[in-house]
């Protein structure tokens, strides 16, 4: 089955722009999606099909996927924006959904 | 406001069964795939079911396929797993969440409700 892999955390100063990778097996022809997840709370995505950003997601955060590696990028972190963050693509040959492992922010 | 309201977790027995319920309001249940989503304590997100919209395509990941069974009465807004054979490894928190009209994104999702197998 399909494997999507992703750091398991990533520190950032504030007013810096934290990187979160997300890597598979050609994934650059495929639709990634990010979700943000706090602490006690439900996922919230961020980031659909690699570049889009929900109604009400600032545009710090920001998408882009090629070759095998997508990337979800925030810039300007703020102390709010710790969280774990999980990619997500459809694999149409298993008919699943795949979630990475997740990648844990932490704003130093 | 656009909402999914899980229910029906509680304690089970190994090879128990539990039925797991997600109600959706404020938008047209019946346009939309919706899943399930688990996560073990202190670990990442899991897919586990989805359906679609009329409830005639539905999909499971490899480990609970057999066991588990999703379904969905659109008169009622809501969405079902029902969980049979239930296993220690099945303990987490599940959610149900919306599949976006358009691409394989979950973009509206439920608060979970917590399944614990314990003897």
């Known amino acids: 089955s399909y494997v999507l892999s992703q750091p398991p955390s990533v520190s950032v100063a504030p007013g810096q722009t934290a990187r979160i990778t997300c890597g598979g097996d050609?994934?650059?022809?495929?639709?990634v999606h990010w979700y943000q997840q706090k602490p006690g709370r439900a996922p919230l995505l961020v980031v659909y099909d690699n570049t889009d950003r929900p109604s009400g997601i600032p545009e710090r955060f920001s998408g882009s996927n090629s070759g095998s590696t997508a990337t979800l990028a925030i810039s300007e972190v703020e102390p709010g924006d710790e969280a774990d963050y999980y990619c997500q693509v459809w694999d149409s040959s298993s008919a699943h959904w795949v979630f990475g492992g997740g990648t844990r922010l932490t704003v130093l | 406001e656009v909402q999914l309201l899980e229910s029906g977790g509680d304690l089970a027995q190994p090879g128990g069964s539990l039925r797991l319920s997600c109600t959706a309001s404020?938008?047209?249940?019946?346009?939309?795939?919706m899943t399930w989503v688990r996560q073990a304590p202190g670990r990442g997100l899991e897919w586990v079911s989805a359906?679609?919209?009329?409830?005639?395509?539905?999909y499971y990941t490899d480990s609970v396929k057999g066991r588990f069974t999703i379904s969905r009465d659109n008169s009622k807004n809501t969405l079902y797993l029902q969980m049979n054979s239930l296993r220690a490894a099945d303990t987490a928190l599940y959610y149900c969440?919306?599949?976006?009209?358009?691409?394989?994104?979950?973009?509206?999702w439920g608060q979970g409700t917590t399944v614990t197998v314990s003897s």
């Open positions: 359906i679609s919209g009329r409830g005639d395509s539905t």
């Open positions: 969440a919306r599949v976006h009209l358009y691409y394989y994104a979950m973009d509206v």
């Open positions: 404020e938008f047209t249940f019946s346009t939309y795939g």
């Open positions: 050609n994934l650059g022809s495929e639709g």
